[in-house]
């Protein structure tokens, strides 16, 4: 007889780190070089690029401003900046957001 908690586990799909989908996506910016903005738990916010990423960390290099390698469990979001007409600055959440993300 198999439990109803053993079904729900295994019909679950796996976290946004397991499918290959976060990593596509920082390479998507890292190749465009979107400008980004990263909030941290402590809700510091950084503005920059993403020129390099591993499991753990991201290199984001900012313009004018010491480069940082920041470790992805510090990151609550990453806000991507599309240009409007006129030149301004749009934000827009980036999708899908950082594994083992923890909003508090």
Request: hydrophobic share 30%.
């Amino acid at each position: 007889m198999v439990s109803s908690f053993s079904v729900r586990n295994r019909s679950r799909t796996p976290p946004p780190g397991e499918t290959g989908q976060e990593a596509l996506y920082l390479r998507s910016l890292s190749d465009r070089q979107i400008v980004v903005t990263v909030r941290l738990r402590g809700g510091e916010q950084m503005r920059g690029w993403i020129e390099y990423f591993d499991d753990s960390m991201i290199r984001l290099t900012r313009e004018g401003k010491p480069n940082l390698f920041i470790y992805k469990d510090q990151i609550v979001s990453i806000t991507e900046f599309k240009r409007r007409s006129g030149g301004r600055l749009a934000g827009r959440k980036a999708e899908p957001e950082m594994a083992g993300e923890r909003h508090t």
